[in-house]
């Protein structure tokens, strides 16, 4: 079962889509977090989801939260796939699937395809909002309703 409203999040650290390491613990205490883990990079329905999360980047950003997409594609993939579609957010490569299993997101259509999985955590590292749906229309908005109601509180 994946992670629940209120755990805390793992540690973890993985490089990012220019090759730096990035950790987890350097936005624990400062920022809130949107993190999707999704398939693979540009596919159809990873491709959409990612350019909701760059259409909206500047309202995250304003509520607060940094915005990472992890999958276990490559840095170069994801440095074409950011470079591509203009992604101004982090994108980190989990190629052994380490972080996606200590999160726990399982794979999803008859365990074919790795699963697409939405946490949106708060600036003590728990987590606020759990969405899970292979469909990449919704991971968006759900995270920017979920950031906005936990600001209004």
Known sequence: MALQIGDRIPEFSL???HGNQFSSNSIIGSKAMVIFFYPKDDTPGCTKEACSFRDSYEEFKDLGAEVIGISSD???????FASKYGLPFILLSDEKKKVRKSFKVDNNLFNLLPGRETYVIDKKGKVIMVFNSISASKHMEKALEALKSAVAK
Not at 74 to 80: D, I
């Open 15 to 17: 490089k990012d889509q």
């Open 74 to 80: 490559s840095e170069k993939s994801h440095q074409k």
